[in-house]
């Protein structure tokens, strides 16, 4: 199912389904959930299938549908993908957003629907107050939260395309940031030191 991983076809299935919300936008939301979800231990660290499915399906505001298994199994795909990505050695982590022939408008919309997804993730995924972030991390987020409202800018990502695949490079890295520093929070039981979330 790897090659199905894609924005265009993903973001088609989302809309044909009725969803209101697109596929980067759901992505967003689950890297912000799974990275809230790191500072936890235990049941409340994990996101398994079912509840990805409940979450990701009352998101896009498809709950009144009756979806088949074959349309539910694309969010499946998209939590996979996701979380192996997130936590890729190599890196290999990439927002899930239109490709580079697609105007960069529309690319610019994607990136902060994206961004509004992780921010909306990341707040519903149980972080506590007393979760308090270093300055990079804290940083990072509310760097996210400008690029959210990336509209206004676009004129200057028109004229320069290169400015544009270094948006969506700080955007992975601080994404990562995040996600990093809120596994390393994480308390580490006796004997569960290899749990994997």
């Known amino acids: 199912m790897s090659n199905l991983f894609d924005f265009a076809f993903l973001n088609d ?3 044909s389904m009725g969803a209101v919300n697109s596929v980067s936008e759901l992505q967003g939301l689950l890297c912000g959930y799974l990275s809230g979800k790191q500072a936890k231990v235990g049941p409340e660290a994990v996101l398994d299938t079912a509840a990805w499915r ?8 498809l709950a009144d549908f009756d979806l088949e298994e074959d349309r539910l199994a694309l969010f499946d795909l ?4 996701t979380r192996n990505a997130l936590v890729d050695t190599q890196l290999g982590f990439q927002p899930l957003l239109p490709s580079d022939d697609v105007g960069i408008v529309r690319r610019a919309e994607e990136l902060g629907a994206w961004c509004t997804g992780f921010l909306h993730g990341l707040g519903r995924s149980g972080l506590e107050g007393s979760d308090a972030f270093s300055t990079d991390a804290a940083d990072a987020i509310k760097d996210l939260a400008h690029i959210a409202q ?9 004229e320069n395309e290169v400015y544009w695949f270094e948006l969506v490079e700080y955007v992975k890295v601080a994404v990562l940031c ?11 039981p006796a004997g569960d030191a290899g749990l994997v979330h």
Do not use: F
């Not at 409940?54 to 505001?61: D, P, S």
């Open 178 to 188: 995040v996600y990093s520093e809120l596994a390393a929070k994480a308390p580490k």
């Open 13 to 15: 299935q989302m809309l």
């Open 54 to 61: 409940t979450l990701a399906v009352e998101y896009m505001e």
């Open 150 to 158: 990336i509209s206004a800018e676009v004129d200057e990502l028109e």
């Open 78 to 81: 998209l939590l996979e993908k």
